[in-house]
């Protein structure tokens, strides 16, 4: 009895074996293939590989095993072989991920180093590249890309100092400057936080700011007022929530022409926010300190 015992625990061994094996081929095997003797068996699973599998390390030591003569070096193959052979496999996916996701991320990392416009971006994807395999992977996800997109703007002139543009909800979404830091609550933080995303109209190298605080509402402007509104999904809309980065009228920094007043900027003036110019038509298009009123830093966001 205890021979009979020990035999059936060995043939449930074997059996296991065999089916980890063919599980790592993805087959299920037949009763008739788990009878099979040991080269047999391998060359079965050979043929019944899918052809994703051929080119993998896994079919190759199969191959190797199944054209050995030695018994041994097939049982191996099916008790441990296949599995080690799966591990290697395994590696040289998630290496070949971990390279194209690197290779990604760099690319990501230039295009908003070309544009100059996602600062945060970029500094966030040197971080992840210097990190681990799963730092980069988790940049990657459409989460953290949105986040990384996060900017906020301050006069280019450092003027008045630590102010910032945010929008008021109280005042129908109205755009000023006001001062802001990292010690501001969260809300007043939200309201100076901008994602800058590509152009709602799709101009080239324009870009619209999305509320970090209310998704789907963009720094537009009507009658000549900025303001952060909620997006109809229109043609006009998309139009006039589309600023185009211009290289900074003062000399440094960048403008931001609107896209649905050509020739009109976004200009700071006592404070409050317009799409303005040099035409003197308006109270705030006069000429006087018209380029640092309408030249901006982009800076880390104040809500992260």
């Avoid at 190759?60 to 003569?69: K, P």
Wanted: overall charge positive.
């Amino acid at each position: 009895l205890e021979e009979k015992d020990r035999a059936e625990a060995e043939r449930r061994k074997e059996i296991a074996a065999r089916t980890n094996a063919a599980a790592l081929f993805r087959i299920t095997p037949s009763e008739a293939m788990l009878a099979l003797a040991d080269d047999n068996f391998i060359r079965e699973l050979l043929r019944l590989a899918p052809a994703d599998a051929k080119s993998s390390e896994l079919y190759a030591a199969g191959q190797r095993a199944v054209l050995s003569s030695d018994s041994a070096v097939w049982k191996q193959f099916i008790h441990t072989g296949a599995e080690e052979a799966y591990k290697k496999d395994d590696e040289a996916r998630r290496k070949q991920i971990a390279d194209a996701n690197r290779r990604l991320a760099i690319q990501i990392q230039a295009a908003a180093e070309k544009t100059g416009v996602n600062p945060h971006l970029v500094a966030t994807a040197k971080k992840a590249l210097a990190g681990t395999d799963e730092d980069v992977a988790k940049f990657l996800t459409a989460d953290s890309q949105y986040r990384a997109k996060r900017q906020s703007l301050q006069p280019a002139s450092g003027r008045p100092a630590g102010f910032y543009i945010r929008q008021s909800t109280p005042d129908a979404g109205e755009a000023f400057i006001a001062p802001l830091s990292a010690n501001s609550k969260q809300t007043d933080r939200e309201d100076g936080t901008w994602v800058v995303v590509p152009a709602l109209n799709g101009a080239p190298g324009c870009y619209s700011f999305e509320s970090s605080r209310k998704l789907g509402h963009y720094l537009t402007h009507k009658d000549l007022r900025v303001k952060m509104a909620a997006s109809d999904n229109s043609t006009q809309f998309r139009k006039d929530a589309t600023w185009c980065a211009k290289k900074g009228l003062s000399g440094s920094g960048t403008s931001f022409e609107s896209a649905g007043q050509p020739g009109r900027f976004l200009r700071e003036y006592y404070g409050d926010l317009y799409v303005a110019n040099k035409s003197a038509k308006n109270r705030f298009d006069v000429e006087k300190d018209f380029p640092q009123d309408a030249t901006w830093k982009i800076t880390t966001p104040l809500a992260r």
